[in-house]
């Protein structure tokens, strides 16, 4: 099995994010890879990440 890591820039256009992924994912795939692995938030990039850790953390807690 040969696996394909991609780290990519992101944008906040979710459409631009697909397109990159799905040429890169081509690429992948033409090199051999049988698994590609995509960064956690290639289709929406969330600037305010540190936010939503604050809400889980409350969430699962009640702290």
């Not at 631009?16 to 990039?45: H, M, T, Y």
Request: overall charge positive.
């Amino acid at each position: 099995m040969k696996l394909a890591l991609i780290q990519c820039a992101v944008s906040p256009i979710k459409e631009k994010n697909l397109e990159r992924a799905c040429a890169l994912i081509k690429e992948a795939a033409q090199n051999g890879a049988n698994l590609v692995c995509l960064p956690a938030l290639f289709v929406s990039k969330s600037r305010d990440w540190h936010f939503w850790i604050v809400l889980l953390r409350k969430g699962l807690t009640g702290n």
